[in-house]
């Protein structure tokens, strides 16, 4: 065996928000990979429209820094736990990993998801207590918890003894002692350098496993991953082995290694590094690229199984084909599995219905990006209420169950706790975190978590943050959850106009402005009792040649609710969908008609009396 000493393989992991694109973003200004004179920004790593527009990470990626003549091949990814897929993809590129907490927040449950898989795929752990600038950050408190942690996780005894570093990522310092006067972020290139080890690589043919994919629209498919034995060379030829076993011949075409966010034209590249390859178009992430003469396979990526399922189904909207360029089964259909390339914890399947794709996640938002990227890609489509994926397991019926975390103020303890058990929660851990707030933890079936991302907003005013993780699957438990009031549904086609929704404003809150188009059975408020009912929001005042007072000039509307496309998924209930257009999102009862509706409603009344 044979180490790579000018190389360092590191992947940076931690829970969402807890700064690891900011630390790139100060390793790779530190370095000196960009010109002085060049504007860089912030979260220069989050590069696609929606990680901007968001502030999240939703895709792993890679960079390299050099430091000393060392080049530190860094991997960024995601810390919210429904990406947790792009974690698993990408461990296996590393050596080690950087474990990033929260001075203030201290461990999160996806800091223990995260350090779980790092040490379990064999990675040296440097910890590292990130935002020391914060106010009421608790470094020694934090520091104990991150040791508790180690002792229920580390597969080795060697494991906890792990290097630690305090850093403000935000203002570029890292320092090795508390308290320690900070000037730059060297400290913790020094420290990679010295705990993590350089690859370690075997000569021979090559080997090299695929754990990401990139197009262009020149070069095609590219095929990203770490060689793990051998040499790559641009011509060289070779062959690609698939999950099936099966083997295809290939020529390579172009290799690139990372340097800052630049991939540069190597004309060659050995084991140990991380390299992005042209040349494969057949191929797939988790399959191997391999030498002809000694085609041998590496394990395949091992991804976590999905836990939230929802149909994506041709639009049948009245107004379906005004907005979208695609919108045809065949089109969603290719785009849906299309996703499966690239989306490893997704799963899609055809339904009895040649209009409709089951579709299943990791959570709510994996799917929720899927649907506005596909958005924003000019499709157009509907989708349902996300369910929890329940399984059969020795003849039991199982449900995901999720470990929810909630940081709010202790006035708000009751509210939740009381919200949270009509949802089936149990609490199972509470503390005092100072200042007023408390950490509340609860196991929840995920079923309980449907729909109650926006109450969850409104009980707290926005003040707290809640934050799941999927445990493990238990035995199904009945129960409701649903605790959402009444649709206010559209009765008629048309323009929405300020007299009819003022109307509506006296049933309950309304979601659209004056000159919305709408459909019948279009949901365009939330009533404040239990029943949908319909309104006529187009109706218009009756003209007369006497006006009755002044009041009558100008009625004040309340200004609508505005829902984000989460905040949507998150409202429907099972007999309706969303409407997602490149132009509007809109809800929508799943029969449209009022008849429809009280038939149907009828019809499960006397089912319910039949099989009494
Ligand atoms: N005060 C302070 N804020 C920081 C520091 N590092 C990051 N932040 C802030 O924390 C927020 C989240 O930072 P990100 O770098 O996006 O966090 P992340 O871990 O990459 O988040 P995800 O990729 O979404 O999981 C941003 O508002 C940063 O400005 C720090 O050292 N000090
Ligand atoms: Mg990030």
């Not at 379990?120 to 106010?135: A, F, S, T, Y």
């Not at 259909?333 to 219905?353: I, M």
């Not at 579709?359 to 157009?380: D, K, P, Q, S």
């Not at 409407?579 to 019809?603: H, Y």
Request: with cysteine.
């Amino acid at each position: 065996m044979n180490y790579r000493k000018d190389i360092r393989n590191i992947v940076i992991v931690a829970h969402v928000d807890h700064g690891k694109t900011t630390l790139v973003d100060a390793m790779l200004k530190q370095s000196k990979v960009f010109r002085d004179n060049q504007k860089l920004g912030e979260l220069i790593m989050d590069q696609n429209e929606l990680e901007r527009e968001k502030g999240v990470t939703i895709l792993a990626k890679n960079t390299a820094v050099l430091y000393r003549g060392v080049k530190i091949n860094i991997i960024d990814t995601p810390g919210h736990a429904d990406f947790s897929g792009e974690v698993e993809r990408v461990i296996s590129m590393a050596d080690g990993c950087l474990l990033l907490v929260d001075s203030v927040e201290g461990p999160m449950p996806q800091t223990k998801f995260v350090l779980r898989r790092a040490l379990e795929g064999g990675l040296k752990p440097i910890v590292v207590i990130n935002k020391i600038d914060r106010q009421n950050s608790r470094i020694a408190e934090v520091n104990s918890l991150i040791q508790d942690l180690f002792l229920e996780l580390a597969t080795n005894a060697d494991q906890l003894d792990y290097p630690l570093l305090y850093v403000s990522a935000k203002e570029g310092i890292a320092v090795t002692e508390e308290g320690m006067q900070g000037k730059d972020i060297m400290p913790l290139f020094e420290c990679i350098l010295k705990n993590i080890p350089p690859p370690q690589i075997e000569n021979g043919p090559l080997q090299m496993l695929v754990s990401n994919l990139d197009y262009d629209s020149h070069k095609g498919r590219i095929a990203i991953g770490r060689i793990w034995r051998g040499k790559i060379a641009p011509h060289d030829s070779a062959v690609s082995i698939s999950a099936d076993g099966s083997i295809t011949n290939c020529e390579i075409g172009e290799v690139f290694t990372y340097l800052g966010l630049k991939r540069l034209k190597v004309e060659e590249a050995e084991a140990g590094d991380i390299v992005a390859v042209t040349g494969f178009e057949g191929i797939n992430i988790g399959d191997t690229i391999s030498s002809p003469e000694q085609p041998e396979v590496l394990p395949r990526i091992d991804v976590g199984e999905p836990t939230v399922e929802m149909t994506f189904g041709v639009n049948t909207s009245p107004f379906a084909g005004n907005e979208g360029c695609f919108g045809t089964t065949r089109q969603l259909r290719a785009r849906l599995y299309k996703e499966l390339e690239t989306n490893l914890s997704l799963r899609v399947q055809d339904t009895d219905s040649s209009d409709t794709f089951m579709v299943r996640g990791r959570g709510e938002l994996h799917l929720a990006i899927l649907i506005e990227t596909m958005r924003r890609e000019g499709y157009e489509f509907e989708v349902s209420q996300p369910a929890a994926i329940t399984k059969v397991v020795d003849g039991k019926l199982m449900e995901p169950v999720e470990a929810l975390t909630i940081d709010t103020s202790d006035k708000y303890i009751g509210v939740l706790t009381e919200m949270l058990s009509s949802r089936q929660a149990q609490l199972v851990d509470m503390r005092n975190e100072g200042y007023g707030n408390v950490r509340l933890e609860f196991h929840i079936p995920t079923k309980g978590l449907i729909g109650f991302r926006n109450s969850f907003i409104v009980a707290t005013r926005g003040e707290s943050t809640m934050n799941s993780i999927f445990l493990g699957y238990r035995p199904w438990c009945k129960g409701t959850t649903s605790t959402r009031s009444g649709a206010l549904v559209a009765a008629e086609r048309g323009v929405a106009l300020t007299y009819g929704l003022n109307n509506a404003q006296g049933r309950g809150v309304t979601f659209i402005e004056p000159g919305t188009t709408v459909y019948e059975g279009m949901i365009v408020g939330l009533n404040s009792r239990p029943q949908d009912i319909a309104v006529n929001v187009c109706k218009e005042k009756k003209k007369t040649n006497v006006r009755a007072s002044t009041s009558d000039i100008s009625i004040k509307l309340t200004p609508p609710v505005k829902m984000s496309l989460e905040q949507a998924i998150d409202f429907i209930n099972n007999d309706e969908l969303v409407e997602v257009t490149p132009e509007n999102i809109r809800l929508r009862k799943k029969l449209l008609t009022q008849a429809q509706r009280a038939r149907s409603t009828f019809n499960a009344l006397r089912g319910v009396r039949v099989t009494k």
